[in-house]
């Protein structure tokens, strides 16, 4: 019973945490999903379960170690080019024109959950694309959580020299 009650009060503080941390909202819905995820974290470091896991990183000091390792199992970093078709729309009908009667001189975007950053380069494609009227001198930053996505984003980021300038850090 007791240790019933232990591994709920574990779920409840990750769920916390995770939410505290990035925003990612973690329903009992999902639990079974973020588990199988954690059971293999769990398993590479060689424990038995994901409650003994849970115990290991709030009971005996291995939060700060996993953290990053959480993140990286609780995200969803699905993505693909012009995944959102709307998104693009808008930029290519709303944003580009109104920054175009704003006389600024140059856009600044942000993909702020980039993943990989197939989301920076559709947007990309799109300033390109209006840009060959009237060239647009555009900015875009893309960030993500996981480390691990921002590691491929930056060994994805390989272009000809002079096409573009592509900073990864
Ligand atoms: C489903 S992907 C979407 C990627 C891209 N925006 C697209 O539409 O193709 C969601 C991304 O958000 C990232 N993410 C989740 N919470 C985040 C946060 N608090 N800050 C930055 N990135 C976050 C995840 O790591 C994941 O790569």
């Given at each position: 019973?007791?240790?019933?009650?232990?591994?709920?009060?574990?779920?409840?503080?990750?769920?916390?945490?995770?939410?505290?941390?990035?925003?990612?909202?973690?329903?009992?819905?999902?639990?079974?999903?973020?588990?199988?995820?954690?059971?293999?974290?769990?398993?590479?470091?060689?424990?038995?379960?994901?409650?003994?896991?849970?115990?290991?990183?709030?009971?005996?000091?291995?939060?700060?170690?996993?953290?990053?390792?959480?993140?990286?199992?609780?995200?969803?970093?699905?993505?693909?080019?012009?995944?959102?078709?709307?998104?693009?729309?808008?930029?290519?009908?709303?944003?580009?024109?109104?920054?175009?009667?704003?006389?600024?001189?140059?856009?600044?975007?942000?993909?702020?959950?980039?993943?990989?950053?197939?989301?920076?380069?559709?947007?990309?494609?799109?300033?390109?694309?209006?840009?060959?009227?009237?060239?647009?001198?555009?900015?875009?930053?893309?960030?993500?959580?996981?480390?691990?996505?921002?590691?491929?984003?930056?060994?994805?980021c390989t272009l000809p020299p002079n096409s573009t300038r592509c900073h990864t850090r």
């Amino acid at each position: 019973m007791r240790h019933a009650a232990e591994a709920a009060s574990h779920v409840t503080r990750l769920r916390e945490l995770v939410y505290k941390t990035t925003g990612i909202k973690m329903p009992p819905s999902k639990w079974s999903m973020v588990e199988s995820r954690l059971r293999r974290r769990s398993a590479a470091l060689g424990m038995d379960s994901v409650e003994d896991y849970l115990r290991f990183v709030f009971d005996d000091g291995g939060l700060d170690r996993e953290m990053p390792h959480i993140i990286e199992r609780i995200t969803t970093n699905k993505t693909d080019f012009f995944r959102e078709p709307e998104h693009f729309r808008i930029l290519a009908e709303r944003v580009i024109p109104e920054f175009r009667l704003s006389g600024r001189r140059g856009l600044k975007l942000w993909s702020a959950a980039a993943s990989v950053g197939a989301e920076a380069w559709s947007a990309a494609m799109v300033l390109a694309e209006a840009g060959r009227e009237k060239p647009i001198d555009f900015a875009i930053l893309g960030t993500d959580i996981s480390r691990a996505c921002s590691r491929r984003a930056a060994a994805l980021c390989t272009l000809p020299p002079n096409s573009t300038r592509c900073h990864t850090r």
